[in-house]
């Protein structure tokens, strides 16, 4: 049984979210307010952080950042009334695991839901041996899931390890939006590759902020991306 926190200031829509995620028998911890959401999100231990763009005194974004910047990797799903490409990008960016745009059905949110906490739990089931990847100057521990670009550590969130973990288990090889979808987030769903694009971005900034000289994972257009192996 996985632990839950609800972030969502709307009553019926509350109660509904976590009527479903009960049913899926999983402790489920509802918050009406987004500052109060936001300290018990830093202070307590969730399995997943179910979180509203729009909230009262703090909103979605701030929560979601301010979490990242405080190193919580506790995957976060959001949820936005707002159906437009940028403000889904925008909500990925500030470092969501993945998002839903109201109104979503049942299946749908428990299915997100899902994959979230399979991945979670494929995580800290891996092989107790170190693996460690070195391609260039960059070095990827599996074990304790630590990203290094000579000997510098870059700090990821959980989403982001295993994104560049899985292209760079395959230097190379080329894998399309809906492959990515699939192996990292669990889904196949047309419509969500702006999830993949997003995270995609924020890797690639991040990687850059190591080692400027190098791009580690490439554009191939109109199929994918794959990891650099000319390294």
């Known amino acids: 049984m996985a632990t839950l926190l609800l972030i969502e200031d709307q009553q019926d829509i509350n109660d509904l979210i976590a009527l479903n995620l009960k049913a899926l028998n999983h402790q489920v911890e509802c918050c009406h307010n987004g500052r109060i959401g936001y300290q018990r999100a830093r202070t307590e231990h969730f399995d997943l952080i ?20 405080q190193g919580c990797n506790t995957p976060i799903l959001m949820l ?3 159906s437009s490409e940028t403000d889904r990008v925008v909500g990925l960016e500030s470092g969501a695991d993945d998002y839903l745009t109201k109104p979503f059905s049942v299946r749908e949110l428990q299915a997100r839901v899902k994959a979230q906490l399979r991945r979670a739990q494929l995580t800290q089931a891996a092989a107790p041996q170190e693996e460690v990847l070195q391609l260039g ?27 560049l973990y899985f292209l760079a288990q395959q230097p190379g090889r080329v894998f399309s939006r809906d492959e990515l979808l699939s192996g990292i987030w669990g889904y196949h769903h047309s419509g969500y590759q ?7 971005n924020r890797l690639r ?10 791009a580690y994972v490439l554009t191939v257009w109109g199929v994918g991306y794959k990891f650099n192996d000319q390294l």
Do not use: W, Y
Request: with cysteine.
């Open 205 to 214: 900034a991040k990687l850059e902020q190591g080692d400027r000289h190098n």
């Open 194 to 200: 702006h999830t993949v694009n997003s995270h995609i």
């Open 137 to 163: 100057a960059l070095q990827l521990c599996q074990q304790r899931r630590h990203v290094s670009i000579e000997q510098t550590a870059i700090e990821l969130t959980s989403t982001e390890f295993d994104l």
């Open 80 to 82: 936005t009334a707002r």
């Open 50 to 69: 179910v979180l509203d763009l729009m909230l009262p005194e703090m909103d979605g974004l701030t929560i979601c950042q301010q979490l990242r910047q």
